[in-house]
Nanobody, 123 residues
Framework: QVQLVESGGGLVQAGDSLRLSCAAS????????MGWFRQAPGKEREFVAR????????YYADSAKGRFTISRDNAKNTLYLQMNSLKPEDTAVYYC????????????????WGQGTQVTVSS
């Protein structure tokens, strides 16, 4: 299995940027399809972005397109989410997740999860 630890969250103003990191340990990070999800208070966990094992393929939720960039460094066992032009509606706990086979935007399809990092965007 793989252990995931997110970091980089915080309190920012609308229009600011943040870069989230997800450090992986355990089994080979490069074997996993990775995703970022978020969950706002009172709402279901939702897909933000995903990236293939080699980083060749990425896919974004409509809410993230043009503002967020997912990337990974397999040599450092780390997943990133660069978030620009942040909006108050981006406020949520952000989670990274790992998936062994196939592609999906469904949280239930991912096998391993981090503990989350809080992102709060003030207006």
């Amino acid at each position: 299995q793989v252990q995931l630890v997110e970091s980089g969250g915080g309190l920012v103003q609308a229009g600011d940027s943040l870069r989230l990191s997800c450090a992986a340990s355990g089994r080979t990070f490069s074997r996993y399809y990775m995703g970022w999800f978020r969950q706002a208070p009172g709402k279901e966990r939702e897909f933000v972005a995903r990236i293939s094992q080699s980083a060749r393929n990425t896919y974004y939720a409509d809410s993230a397109k043009g503002r967020f960039t997912i990337s990974r460094d397999n040599a450092k066992n780390t997943l990133y989410l660069q978030m620009n032009s942040l909006k108050p509606e981006d406020t949520a706990v952000y989670y990274c997740a790992a998936k062994g086979q196939g592609v999906s935007t469904r949280p239930s399809a991912y096998d391993y999860w981090g503990q989350g990092t809080q992102v709060t965007v003030s207006s």
